[in-house]
């Protein structure tokens, strides 16, 4: 088994994958991704490719695992190491087991940050958030005003598990901005524990306890795709929105229904190009990663650390019937 790992990441470097120009003179910068194979990750590497095309300098390794776990990531990283690349941005499977080979990455001389799945602050320079709390909290109470007739009416919520830590974050930012909208009546919250046919059952719930509900917020992959099914076999279309955070692949049906307006999530294109704009800047060495630092972005602007030495690229960004096909063939 482990002979046959090892021979996937050997391949892996190997074919294709490896974009850019080849020369000495280049940045060499290897943007890791969870695994393989997956739209999300492919949309982040053309981002990066347009960061390298940019800066010019640059050769971006685009390379993972083909599964989505932290001991064939740890392979990958070693390779890389012994390749002697420059920078290392990764998307972790496991914030901690990462660590030890991230540290010797760094003890070698290699740039090493973490963007979307963060990595533990000893295996990293910084870790790129693709947005914050905040802001996903205050854009999905925006996009249900903004719905809403005159601004004003019945809302609820539809999260994962009631234990989830990210979803409880982003409720409680949701609650913070709820005086900033004052025709925003929240009456709820559910839980479908992510789990497709759960989501939909607490939807037909919602649509049966509260019939002046306009809109249901489901910052929820999973919930918001149930809702909106909900919402369309229930006859609700026009009258009952959803909204939350969502894939485009998933979600441009029920844009085109009208079971959904508009929906949010980060823009993959710019998260990979974000990431190899401050790898390389870390690498040039002509900005420190500390905290209360500013890193540039280019087209992006430039991330503000925390005291953790974390930051948010942007707000999410907002997919509706005038984008929402393009990236659907994305991710």
């Not at 892996?12 to 890791?32: F, R």
């Not at 050769?59 to 064939?72: L, M, N, R, S």
Request: hydrophobic letters at 45%; proline letters at 5%.
């Amino acid at each position: 088994m482990f002979s046959i790992k090892r021979t996937a990441v050997a391949l892996a470097l190997a074919i294709g994958l490896i974009t850019g120009p080849a020369s000495a003179e280049n940045v060499k910068i290897a943007l890791v991704v969870k695994a393989l194979g997956i739209g999300f990750f492919e949309a982040a590497n053309k981002g990066a490719q347009e960061a390298a095309k940019e800066l010019g300098d640059v050769e971006v390794i685009y390379t993972g695992p083909t599964d989505t776990t932290a001991e064939a990531q740890i392979e990958v990283i070693n390779a890389l190491i012994a390749q002697k690349v420059d920078a290392i941005a990764v998307s972790a499977n496991d914030k901690d087991a990462l660590v030890p080979a991230l540290k010797k990455a760094m003890e070698r001389g290699i740039t090493v940050i973490s963007w979307d799945s963060g990595v533990a602050p000893e295996g990293r320079q910084m870790h790129l958030n693709p947005s914050s709390n905040a802001l996903i909290g205050n854009m999905c109470v925006k996009m249900a005003a903004d719905v809403l007739p005159e601004g004003k009416g019945d809302v609820a919520i539809l999260s994962a598990t009631a234990t989830a830590t990210n979803q409880n974050t982003w409720i409680d930012e949701m609650k913070k901005v709820l005086p900033k909208y004052p025709g925003v009546n929240l009456v709820t919250t559910v839980y479908g524990d992510d789990l497709s046919d759960k989501s939909y059952r607490e939807t037909q719930g919602l649509l049966q306890s509260y019939p002046d509900l306009k809109v249901i917020i489901a910052p929820t992959s999973v919930g918001i795709v149930a809702a909106a099914q909900a919402v369309a076999d229930g006859g609700k279309v026009g009258q009952v929105y959803v909204t939350g955070l969502g894939l485009p692949s998933e979600m441009a049906g029920h844009v085109k229904s009208g079971a959904t307006k508009s929906f949010a999530i980060w823009n993959p294109i710019d998260l990979g190009y974000s990431a190899t704009m401050i790898a390389y800047n870390l690498v040039k060495k002509t900005v420190e990663a500390k905290p209360g630092g500013e890193i540039p972005m280019g087209r992006m602007g430039a991330v503000k650390l925390d005291d953790n030495n974390e930051g948010a690229m942007a707000d999410p960004f907002v997919y509706d019937a005038s984008n929402v096909d393009e990236f659907a063939k994305i991710f």
